[in-house]
Nanobody
Framework: QVQLVESGGGLVQAGGSLRLSCAAS????????NGWYRQAPGKRRELVAR???????TSADSVKGRFTISRDNAKNTVYLQMDSLKPEDTAVYYC??????????WGQGTQVTVSS
């Protein structure tokens, strides 16, 4: 089992920055990818960014050039640096981990609100 705990959400003005963190604990040896999804009210959950164990990054077109995903393997922590935030980035952000053996794990979600 893997537990994911997110932190770093909050309220920020448009153009500002936030950094989300996702700390993993438990049996992480078979994790092959980590990432972030988000879900805005009335909308489907969508991929924001994903990083594989080999360091390959995939991100949504809407956040390219503004959001950066990174990972600190020593701390079992994944980060999402969000710059130039827009009101349309407002959503609950969820951390996830893809396990080669056991499927996916999800964090509890953290609210990001961007005011105009």
């Amino acid at each position: 089992q893997v537990q994911l705990v997110e932190s770093g959400g909050g309220l920020v003005q448009a153009g500002g920055s936030l950094r989300l963190s996702c700390a993993a604990s438990g049996s992480t040896i078979s994790i092959i990818a980590n990432g972030w999804y988000r879900q805005a009210p009335g909308k489907r959950r969508e991929l924001v960014a994903r990083i594989s164990s080999g360091g390959i990054v995939t991100s949504a077109d809407s956040v390219k050039g503004r959001f950066t995903i990174s990972r600190d393997n020593a701390k079992n922590t994944v980060y999402l640096q969000m710059d130039s935030l827009k009101p349309e980035d407002t959503a609950v952000y969820y951390c996830y981990a893809q396990d080669r053996l056991y499927g996916e794990y999800w964090g509890q979600g953290t609210q990001v609100t961007v005011s105009s």
